[in-house]
């Protein structure tokens, strides 16, 4: 086990796939000579050279065309979009054609190709660059949707992705590219779609992700220590496959769920849990389901207009306590 | 086999590295006091630049990209521009936009994540800064069309940078504006690097302005640490546009002698030796040299035009720093033109919140 940073890991994922396979290849904005505008590939173009580290013009639609031709001609490419935001100059390419190929060409063409984007808020880089959109890719059919929280997860999920058939978004949130957790050393994969279950407690299933898993962590420490209740957080680490397993059982040993979101309020990943656990579990429950989530706003860059808007832990402490008390 | 298409770019210059005129000078750049105000407003862009980085440093301000040495391009464009023009600015623009009426405390504001800073006191059409890259090329085409449907004797003008060109709404744009022979000029701010990526490697193109051949308008080079050149070329584009004639691409080749912007660290990629080369071809020591030699400057105008402007940027920033932030629930407020019913809710939720907050409950993020 090594300490690494989040940043760290992607990048040791990415060497670790591309040492076993000549055939993953990478490519996107400022990912070669500068290791990334977020230092997530640093290393990568010294290892691995030019031809399989590429320095993409900004072509954002380009980049993911050329990497849905290059997975259908057989490499395994990665590409990078450098703000998650800018998934919208190219959706075209995401949604209506990598993740349809697979379908319109009766399962014969297969697409194995990761899209990792830094995605979020916290960091005050504005409404623009701070977007958490893991919800857009979630209601496409075709794609996969993975988005860890923790150093370790961050390796294994990506290197499952990179070896996953079908696309995957790979959403990196950026406040937490500094942060550092326990990273396996050596080869290490971890099977996309099983959430984690990083605390058990009897009260209430706390259901996050990506960054808002931390601060669902220290709310569960906070309402322990406080407030006497105990509360379960579950990690979903990927919303496509979403482990619906892990979801039904956690909140049916509790009888109460809170999602926390950072995406905006409407259509949110939360709605659909909130949806699927009330369709399976509603008899089992002993209150409402409750959603922490960002206002159905844009994201501010002025540091404290940001902190009051996206979920923290004192407002995950104040809802699960009006459901529980 | 016949030659059905050919074509040729030229690059224009007025005034040279050593500030020689090196072509007959336009008309206004033979005026003492012309060029003094160019030169000022290049001094001022420049005092910007340096005292928006140090309140970034200092956690003043977000993170910020400054125009050190392309100070010619914006300030020769936004001079070249009626006040009825409108500006469409990519984030590096500053010297445009001072220019143009923007005031430096609004791009601090701006630079400082209150977007009040955009909401501007003086060109009430100019365009917010841009932040998705090349897109303004797009919302350009589309003020030309509502320019030329009111029949209004106006231009929109996007400034881009070099990577914005390889951008598909960038072509597209130009082609629109060709088809409909719109009054809008593109100036390309090529500084050479777009973050990290070399002007080479992102074009195999021998010029970013002949882009604009494939799209069948105009396209011309110029050297953009020449501020005379860059107003001449830009108000003959300007007048061409405005009678209807033709839209035209302006390639103005300059350099970015500053890291991309405050968090990048151009070391990792770009070598010193070619930062110092560039720091001999930049616009501001070539116009005092020309105005020394021709226009008798003095030492002392030259102090006190720099004393000046540090003073103009330390009252903006002065005013600055003394505004208090926006209330967050502005956001709400600004989101729609009249908050759906639906969301008033949440706005009173995220008040309840933050109340509690103020009154002592813990906080933190
Ligand atoms: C669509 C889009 N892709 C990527 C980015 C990230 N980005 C911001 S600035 C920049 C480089 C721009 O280079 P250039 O157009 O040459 O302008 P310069 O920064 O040199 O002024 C990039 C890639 C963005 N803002 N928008
Ligand atoms: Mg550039």
Known sequence: ?325 | MSIVAKFQIECFSCIDADGHAVAELPEFALDRDVLIELYRWMVLTRAFDERAITLQRTGRLGTYASSLGQEAVGVGLAHAMLAEDVLLPSFREHGAQLVRGVTAGEILQFWGGDERGSDFSGPRSDFPVSIPVASQAAHAVGAALAFKLSKAQRVAVAVLGDGATSKGDFYESLNIAGAWNLPVVFVVANNQWAISVPRADQTAAATLAQKAVAAGITGLQVDGNDVVVVRKAVSDALEQARNGSRPCLIEALTYRLSDHTTVDDASRYRDDEEVSAHWQAEPIARLRKHLIAVHGWTKEEESDLVELCAAEVDESADAYLAESPQPPETIFDYTYASLPQSLVKQRGELLALLKDADNGTEHEQ
């Open chain 1, 1 to 325: 086990m090594a300490q690494l940073t989040y940043r760290e890991a992607v990048a040791a994922a990415m060497a670790q796939e591309m040492r076993r396979d000549p055939n993953v290849v990478f490519l996107g904005e400022d990912i070669a000579a500068a290791g990334g505008v977020f230092k997530t590939s640093v290393g990568l173009l010294e290892e691995f050279g030019a031809d399989r580290v590429r320095d993409t013009p900004i072509s954002e639609q380009a980049i993911l065309g050329a990497t849905m031709g290059a997975a259908m001609t057989g490499l395994r490419p990665i590409a990078e979009i450098m703000f998650s935001d800018f998934f919208a100059v190219c959706w075209d390419i995401v949604a209506n054609e990598m993740a349809k190929t697979r379908y319109m060409t009766d399962g014969q063409v297969t697409l194995p190709l990761v899209i990792r984007s830094g995605n979020g808020g916290g960091s005050r880089f504005g409404a623009q660059h701070s977007q958490a959109v893991e919800n857009w890719a979630m209601a496409v059919p075709g794609l996969k949707v993975v988005a860890p929280a923790l150093p370790g997860d961050v390796k294994g999920l990506l290197a499952a992705a990179i070896r996953d058939p079908d696309p995957v978004l790979f959403f990196e949130q950026k406040s937490l590219y500094a942060t550092k957790g326990e990273v396996p050393d050596g080869e290490y994969v971890i099977e996309l779609g099983k959430a984690n279950v990083l605390r058990s407690g009897t009260d209430v299933t706390i259901v996050a992700l990506a960054l808002m898993v931390p601060r669902a962590l220290k709310a569960a420490e906070q309402l322990e220590a406080e407030h006497g209740i105990s509360a379960t957080v579950v990690d979903l680490r990927s919303l496509v496959p979403l482990d619906t397993q892990t979801i039904l059982a956690e909140v049916a040993k509790t009888g109460r769920m809170v999602t926390v979101e950072e995406n905006p309020r409407l259509c949110g990943w939360g709605a659909e849990v909130s949806s699927i656990v009330a369709e399976e579990l509603f008899w089992d429950l002993d209150g409402p389901i409750v959603r922490v989530t960002t206002p159905h706003i844009p994201l501010a860059a002025a540091d404290s207009m940001e902190d009051a808007m996206l979920p923290n832990a004192d407002r995950i402490v104040q809802a699960v306590r009006q459901l529980v008390d």
